[in-house]
């Protein structure tokens, strides 16, 4: 299709796999038409869902809105296959994707997702859990896509594809909610503007704000009113003591984000096509969703945590995209610039308690960090997609990539120096810093050959390189220098490797309305260097931050993906069944874990991994105006070799799960065997006005919280939640009326630590371990005015 058709290509708001809007009547009355089709660009060509040999579901912009779907949370809900760890605002939530996860649960304090799965905004390959408003579509491709798209994954790819500026005229669209969680106070609330405006036939503008505000619902009850002074932990059986130490915040886990997006779009023929937009969000989380129920007994949405842990994150995002249609092949040029900011505090306490280096002996010890981070991407695409209507279909791209990364955190234990007799008045007991530089660079392509009528297939391969310069360092003012100093103690290292991969695939028409396909391909992600000094040979006893040898780099980790799939539509176009079964092989698999000496985050390869499993998808129109939809998702994802080397002896402390050893069969944390998703749309009239009632549920089954659940972890009972809406059309307004987790479960979604952290030291209770939990019952309404029509 060339470009000129492709830009009025009608994009359909629905979903594929799982939910859609209600079928609508045509003025006239026409006959009945079944299922709407639903176009996409996934494969970098305009196709529907049913009509590609790819694993892919794809939300419509009409489905974001009216199901309350605003993050990736709220997406993996209704992907098969698909897992988003729910830790709230204040802490990253791994993406895993058929179960390509090592890492326990808990924050890992990395803005990547996880690093599995390629997220784009547009054409720009950028990490940011995207508050969605005024979107055309989103579109998630469950697989390796390397050959198509410019950043390596080993899982898949999640697009967001924004509404473009239009030519067809104004537009302008005003919007706002309120609503009420069970365990809130105060209300949330949300407000938001589109405004699309022509400027002439070859210049329009579309820009959009919005403001949303989520209401805490976890009561910070145990904040000591002065760090250094008050009595962390008093006698609670003593009302004075406990007020005249502590303080109370209510709601404390709140959580603010502003979000626009600014577009200009030129079309000065009809074979170029020049996109810029701008986007900005900015979230403002005041805590954690996390409660401290086992190690500190606190209730049900209360936390033990001694200070406010506020976090400010800002993602702004150029881009420039350029189509042009070359009659032969359609060119894209593609060009990103990402700018993430973050500054936040936390309670550090439990961490240097836990190491017993002599804070327990200080009876107000309570202890903070404050960090701040500085992320820079820049990324450029080239591709050209084929457009010769002939059996032989070609695609073939370049990619760069920059990314730059400068961080430090600051550790202060407040009233330690007096205790400890040593002058230094800032209180800061540890301080690091990090320099980070990766590039990569990578060609790409597919081949596709139409053997038969009914019979394609393509090939696929990426050539790669990257490089990756470190440099960090790390200072203890309170043992090193004068009273003001900063003594770093810095090392320098650099990792970069290359290599290729491949893809097949073979699509076979077996009918007008079924697509079976087979698809073998592979996945990397690029290794790297930890930040961390190395250690020295003779360790002094005392607080030692460093990495032993082994835990200085890591290699990158493959994935070698086999799928056999089928797109259906049946019943004169009334039901879509999709299925897919997989075997992905794990080679090197990326684990997150802890230095021996100073327990700072790292990486490391662990063993070898496997995932094998199912997924279904259905859609099914009882009647023009009743609609069934449905997902399942079986992930069976463990270890297929011990870590165990035949020279280590099994108490060596160099195992991937906290320094435990892991084995063949052990299963892979953070994401259910068992995913399942239903619901139904209905639509009606009243007196005219259009009525649309939903139900949905999403069912998660349990999770391990560690590889093998060895090193004290421990599974998470599944759940299921359930929700509500119902919908009114008048004139130019549109009402929704919604209750999520209507039943209000109380479900745990992920964990901090694990038990052996429940104990006492010196007096002190130890908070590191605690609970996720999911939202609470939120009845809201949800009003739209479009002043355009």
Not at 254 to 270: D, I, K
Not at 463 to 470: A, F, I, L, Q, T
Not at 494 to 512: E, P, V
Not at 732 to 758: E, G
């Amino acid at each position: 299709m060339s470009l000129k058709n492709l830009k009025y290509t009608a994009l359909f708001a629905a979903i594929s796999s799982a939910i859609s809007t209600p079928i609508q009547a045509e003025d006239d009355a026409e006959a009945f038409k079944g299922l709407e089709r639903i176009s996409v660009t996934a494969t970098r060509r305009v196709n529907t869902v049913q009509d590609i040999p790819v694993n892919i579901t794809a939300l419509g912009g009409d489905v974001l809105e009216e199901n309350r779907i605003t993050d990736l949370v709220d997406i993996s809900k209704w992907v098969p296959g698909m897992t988003v760890v729910d830790q709230g605002g204040r802490a990253p939530s791994p993406i895993i994707v058929r179960g390509l996860n090592t890492g326990s649960l808990g924050p890992t304090g990395e803005n990547s997702g996880g690093g599995t799965v390629g997220t784009y905004i547009g054409e720009v390959p950028v990490y940011v859990d995207l508050h969605m408003y005024d979107m055309d579509r989103v579109e998630v491709l469950i697989g390796p896509q390397g050959t198509l798209y410019g950043a390596g994954t080993l899982a898949g790819a999640i697009r967001y594809l924004p509404n473009k500026p239009s030519f067809d005229g104004v537009e302008v669209i005003a919007s706002g909610g309120l609503s009420q969680t069970s365990e809130s106070d105060d209300p949330n609330y949300e407000a938001s503007t589109i405004v699309n405006l022509p400027i002439s036939d070859t210049l329009a503008l579309r820009a959009s704000v919005g403001y949303d505000k989520t209401a805490g619902f976890i009561d910070y009850n145990y904040l000591v009113r002065e760090a250094g002074v008050s009595n962390p932990q008093p006698d609670f059986d003593d009302p004075a003591d406990v007020a005249a130490n502590l303080r109370s915040k209510e709601d404390a886990n709140g959580n603010e984000t502003l979000f626009g997006r600014v577009g200009l779009r030129w079309a000065p023929a009809e074979n170029l096509d020049v996109n810029f937009t701008y986007y900005y969000q900015k979230d403002e989380p005041e805590g954690r969703t996390l409660v401290h129920r086992e190690s500190f007994g606190t209730g049900k949405y209360e936390s033990g945590y001694r200070f406010e842990e506020p976090n400010e994150m800002k993602n702004q995002v150029f881009s420039l995209e350029v189509e042009a249609d070359l009659d032969f092949a359609n060119l894209v040029v593609a060009l990103g610039k990402t700018d993430y900011e973050e500054i936040g505090q936390r309670d550090q306490t439990d961490l240097l308690l836990n190491f017993e280096y002599g804070y327990e002996g200080f009876p107000s010890f309570a202890a903070f960090t404050r960090e701040v981070a500085d992320e820079d991407t820049f990324t450029g695409e080239v591709r050209l997609v084929s457009l010769a209507d002939s059996k032989l279909q070609w695609i073939i791209g370049a990619f760069y990539n920059k990314f730059e990364v400068d961080s430090t955190s600051e550790e202060f234990t407040p009233g330690i120096p007096e205790f400890w007799d040593i002058d230094r008045p800032d209180n800061l007991e540890y301080m690091s810093f990090l320099d980070e530089t990766i590039k990569e660079k990578a060609i790409f392509g597919e081949l596709s050959y139409e053997v038969t009528e009914d019979l394609t297939v393509t090939l696929g391969a990426r050539v790669y390189d990257y490089e990756d310069d470190v440099k960090q360092g790390f200072a203890l003012p309170l043992l090193d220098g004068e009273p003001i100093d900063i003594i770093f103690n810095t090392s320098e290292g650099s990792a970069d490797d290359d290599g290729s991969l491949f893809k097949f695939n073979a699509a076979y028409q077996a009918t007008d309305d079924i697509l079976t396909y087979f698809t073998v391909s592979e996945g990397y992600r690029i290794g790297g260097g930890n930040a961390v000094a190395p250690c020295d040979e003779d360790l002094e006893l005392q607080q030692n931050v460093c990495a032993l040898p082994n835990e200085l780099f890591y290699d990158p980790d493959e994935t070698l993906n086999f799928e056999l799939g089928t797109h259906s539509t049946l019943l004169d176009n009334t039901l879509e069944f999709n299925a897919a079964i997989y075997l992905i092989k794990w080679d090197k698999p990326q684990v997150p874990t802890i230095t021996t000496n100073g327990s700072v985050n790292i990486t490391t390869n662990g063993p070898k991994a496997e995932s094998k499993g199912v997924e279904l998808s259905s859609r099914y129109l009882l009647t023009e105006d009743w609609m069934l939809f449905g997902t399942y998702a079986y992930t069976n994802a463990e270890l297929t070799e011990d870590s165990l080397k035949p020279q280590q002896d099994p108490d060596d402390g160099n195992g991937p799960v906290g320094g435990e050893h892991a084995y063949d069969g052990d299963r892979l944390p953070g994401s259910p065997e068992h995913q399942a998703s239903f619901g139904s749309t209905y639509t009606t009239e009243l007196n005219g006005m259009p009525l649309e009632f939903g139900y949905n549920m999403q069912y998660t089954g349990d999770i391990y919280t560690k590889l093998g659940n060895h090193d004290n972890g421990e599974t998470l009972g599944g759940y299921t939640l359930h929700n509500l809406s119902a919908s009114m059309s008048y004139d130019n307004w549109d009402f929704t009326l919604f209750a999520d987790n209507f039943t209000d479960k109380y479900a745990v979604t992920s964990v901090r630590t694990d038990f052996s952290n429940v104990r006492e030291v010196n007096g002190f209770d130890l908070r590191r371990y605690g609970k996720y939990i999911n939202t609470p019952r939120t009845i809201g309404l949800r009003v739209k005015y479009n002043f355009a029509n």
